[in-house]
Structures are given as structure tokens and as C-alpha cells.
């Protein structure tokens, strides 16, 4: 079992940065993958950024990729979202997932434990 604390959400002006983390219980988290994803309200679930058990790997959505960066730091299991150069599209609520593989994923339900999210917002 992992359970995941997203924070570092918050109301930003166009073209500012946030920086999210999530914070991840037990001690196995290196064998997790890691992801983020956001979700609009009236929208679908969607994938933002993916990191693999070592951090040595990064997938990102096309809409976010040369603006977030994702990283991880397995020392103190802890997942980061840096959000740069932010668009009022961005505005959503940010999710923290973790899948019981190595390598990351996309896909939604290749996760298998998930936080409760932290609000982002995004003025224009």
C-alpha cells in the first residue's frame, strides 16, 4: 500500500510557476512509477507527466512538454511537478499516482494508488 499527499497548488497569473509535490508513505517507493495527471471540471482524467522507478526516464503530454518538468527523489519519496510559463488551460486539479511497475505509463489505469489531488488555477 502507498498513500500519496499532493501540495504546492494554488491561483497564479498566466505565465508564472507553481511548483507541485506529492509525498508518498512505506518503504518501497523506488519500485513504484510515478505519475501526474490533471483533470477540468467537465472533463476527462488526463495524463500530464511520467517518471520511471529511477528517474531516469520522463514522459510528457504534448500540451505541457518545454513547460513542466517532472522529477522524483527516492531518498525522501517525494515526486515533484515544476510548472513553468503556466496558460489558463493548465487550470485543473492535479493528481499524484503511483503504479506497481518500473516503467511509466500514460495510461490511467496502468495506476494503481492515487492522492486526493491539489488545486491549480490559472488566471489570464
Known amino acids: 500500500q502507498v498513500q500519496l499527499v499532493e501540495s504546492g497548488g494554488g491561483l497564479v497569473q498566466a505565465g508564472g510557476s507553481l511548483r507541485l509535490s506529492c509525498a508518498a508513505s512505506?518503504?518501497?517507493?523506488?519500485?513504484?512509477?510515478m505519475g501526474w495527471f490533471r483533470q477540468a471540471p467537465g472533463k476527462e482524467r488526463e495524463f500530464v507527466a511520467a517518471v520511471n522507478w529511477s528517474g531516469g526516464r520522463t514522459y510528457y503530454a504534448d500540451s505541457v512538454k518545454g513547460r513542466f518538468t517532472m522529477s522524483r527523489d527516492n531518498a525522501n519519496n517525494t515526486v515533484y511537478l515544476q510548472m513553468n510559463s503556466l496558460k489558463p488551460e493548465d487550470t485543473a486539479l492535479y493528481f499524484c499516482?503511483?503504479?506497481?511497475?518500473?516503467?511509466?505509463?500514460?495510461?490511467?489505469?496502468?495506476?494503481?494508488?492515487w492522492g486526493q489531488g491539489t488545486q491549480v488555477t490559472v488566471s489570464s
Open positions: 499516482a503511483a503504479s506497481n511497475t518500473l516503467v511509466a505509463s500514460q495510461r490511467l489505469s496502468n495506476y494503481d494508488y
Open positions: 512505506g518503504r518501497t517507493f523506488s519500485s513504484y512509477a
